[in-house]
Nanobody, 127 residues
Framework: QVQLVESGGGSGQAGGSLRLSCVVS????????MGWFRQAPGKEREAISY????????YYADSVKGRFTISRDNARNMLYLQMNNLAPEDTAMYYC????????????????????WGQGTWVTVSS
């Protein structure tokens, strides 16, 4: 059974930093591409970052580019999201997601291309 468990959420100040983690079990993690999504109250779930299993090239939504960094540790089955220069608009539930493909063709922002999801970790940023 594939499981994804996020941690590291909490409260932060604008301009501060938080680091989210996601541990994956039940699948050969090193061959799967991974993403981070977030959903703010009353809004659609938004894709914010993606990393493939082939070359570890990171991709970011414009809303987080230059502030957030995605990384993975295949030896530990871990996915990370380093969030710097936080802003109140970053307040949301953050989800890690797994695609059963080593890389995604034609749009990593498509939720339908991810097959397994964590339960989410809440991030609140105050001004």
């Amino acid at each position: 059974q594939v499981q994804l468990v996020e941690s590291g959420g909490g409260s932060g100040q604008a301009g501060g930093s938080l680091r989210l983690s996601c541990v994956v079990s039940g699948i050969d993690y090193s061959t799967k591409s991974m993403g981070w999504f977030r959903q703010a109250p009353g809004k659609e779930r938004e894709a914010i970052s993606y990393i493939s299993a082939t070359d570890n090239t990171p991709y970011y939504a414009d809303s987080v580019k230059g502030r957030f960094t995605i990384s993975r540790d295949n030896a530990r089955n871990m996915l990370y999201l380093q969030m710097n220069n936080l802003a109140p608009e970053d307040t949301a539930m953050y989800y890690c997601a797994l695609s059963r493909f080593p890389y995604i063709i034609g749009g990593w922002q498509d939720r339908q291309k991810f097959h397994n999801w964590g339960q989410g970790t809440w991030v609140t940023v105050s001004s």
